[in-house]
């Protein structure tokens, strides 16, 4: 598969998390990013010089190579500037808290084979207000997440390392596990909590072996 040209857009913090995570893709190359918080000090001097960096999209998008655009802001008006601004041949992506972790699997088939890749997705992850939790092929659950307590009341050392099928056989991962394809808007109660939720969960795909799901 051929690299993709792409440009990232983001706020703050995850702004840096996201592209180190992207700079381990074999089909992603990053070659601008605008910061709409200004700051790019976590940049390497050596990446200043070969990346673009702006704050203003207009510029992002007036690069003559970029194929993909890759949004992190989850504001409705910066979507829709964004839409208005690329070009027919451009693909946008907008990253959302509900499809954050499968979007960025998508994009790189290393994430979860690269430990100097693992310790930047993790970064996101314990920084995301939404529950995440993940179990490998045979239902192991091997993280959750900080706001996976905080919604459910139930501690990490309580889940990891439980197999998802006892703990929690109704849910969303459960289901998505077994059936192997996402399940979307799932309604049911966190197993171990009287917690309700709404979930959504997809199978994790390396290689073309699904090795669990999110």
């Not at 893709?25 to 200004?38: F, H, P, Q, T, W």
């Amino acid at each position: 598969m051929a690299t993709k040209r792409a440009v990232v857009v983001g706020s703050g913090r995850h702004t840096k998390s996201i592209y180190r995570i992207l700079k381990e893709s074999e089909k992603i190359e990053v070659i601008g990013i605008a910061d709409l918080e200004g700051s790019f000090s976590w940049l390497q001097e050596s990446e200043q010089k070969n990346i673009f960096c702006t704050n203003d999209l207009v510029k992002l998008l007036s690069l003559p190579e970029v194929e993909l655009i890759i949004n992190t802001v989850d504001k409705p008006q910066i979507k829709e500037q964004l839409k208005n601004l690329k070009t027919a041949n451009v693909e946008l992506v907008n990253v959302v808290p509900g499809s954050f972790l499968q979007t960025l699997l998508q994009f790189s088939e290393r994430l979860l084979k690269s430990e100097k890749t693992k310790g930047g997705l993790w970064e996101v992850l314990n920084a995301v207000q939404d529950a995440v939790e993940i179990v490998d092929s045979k239902g192991i659950i091997n993280y959750t997440n900080p706001a996976f307590t905080r919604v459910t009341g139930i501690a990490r050392e309580e889940r990891v390392g439980k197999n998802i099928f006892e703990v929690s056989p109704n849910g969303a991962l459960a289901s998505s596990l077994l059936r192997q394809k996402p399940v979307v808007g799932y309604r049911t109660k966190v197993g171990g909590s009287d917690v309700e939720v709404i979930s959504n969960a997809s199978p994790i795909v390396i290689d073309g072996e699904i090795i669990g799901a999110v």
